[in-house]
């Protein structure tokens, strides 16, 4: 498997700009996490889905931040408007959880976000 | 509040030698531990886990230690090598392995291990 996938590796957009990031996670997975990377709060989850429906949006800072998982093999995080203090690593994870100790979430390599 | 902490932001240990990574947490439900590792300008990878009704669990190089009591757990490495220079994460979850549907991980800050040659 081509493990999960995120685009664009690198965005840098001026403040004030829409900015959309995308994620296809693992086939047959069927819960996806959106998650943010800074320096100051490390690792923190944002917003994630099970079968496409969105189940925990506590994390997602601000209403200037949506997400949605039109199917099964997409999902897009969406900042509107943009502002310098988003600029993080955002990263997107999925996961088949089945109860076993060797249940995980896998990340894909990360969008790192530059909001000038 | 941080429910889960890493209280040690870098550690940097002598090739050969053993590493020990530390995480505290507050949250008495949380019954799933999973240590990540991370390489700059990649994804976390999993490496290892310890659910709350075991105390150890082994893996090759890498050891879990889970002190329930004392709200900590700990990550060794023995023998450390220089590929283990890495940013590493510890995770937890108060649902996932007792069969509960909820599958969200809260992280700690991360530890930076820097393995000298």
């Known amino acids: 498997d081509a493990g999960v996938i995120q685009s664009p590796r690198h965005e840098v957009t001026e403040m004030g700009q829409e900015v959309t990031l995308r994620c296809k996670p693992i086939?047959?997975?069927?819960?996806l996490f959106w998650y943010r990377q800074t320096m100051m709060r490390g690792l923190e989850l944002l917003i994630y889905?099970?079968?496409?429906?969105?189940?925990?949006d506590s994390g997602m800072p601000e209403d200037r931040f949506s997400a949605k998982m039109p199917n099964a093999s997409f999902s897009t995080l969406k900042i509107q408007p943009s502002e310098p203090r988003d600029s993080a690593v955002y990263f997107c994870?999925?996961?088949?959880?089945?109860?076993?100790?060797?249940?995980?979430?896998?990340f894909g390599p990360g969008t790192r976000l530059t909001v000038l | 509040d941080q429910q889960v902490k890493q209280n040690s932001p870098s550690l940097s240990v002598q090739e050969g030698r053993i590493s020990i990574l530390n995480c505290d947490y507050t949250?008495?439900?949380?019954?799933?531990f999973l240590w990540y590792k991370k390489y700059p300008a990649e994804g976390p990878t999993f490496l290892i886990s310890?659910?709350?009704?075991?105390d150890k669990n082994e893996d090759g190089r890498f050891t879990v230690f889970l002190n329930k009591s004392a709200k900590h757990l700990s990550l060794h490495i023995v023998p450390s090598q220089p590929g283990d220079s890495a940013v590493y994460f510890c995770?937890?979850?108060?649902?996932?392995?007792?069969?509960?549907?909820?599958?969200?991980?809260?992280f700690g800050k991360g530890t930076l291990l820097t393995v000298n040659p």
């Open positions: 994870a999925s996961s088949n959880p089945t109860g076993q100790i060797t249940d995980t979430q896998y």
């Open positions: 086939s047959g997975h069927d819960y």
């Open positions: 889905f099970n079968n496409n429906v969105p189940i925990d």
């Open positions: 949250n008495s439900m949380f019954d799933y």
């Open positions: 310890i659910s709350s009704i075991k």
């Open positions: 995770a937890a979850s108060d649902g996932w392995y007792s069969g509960g549907s909820n599958y969200k991980l809260t």
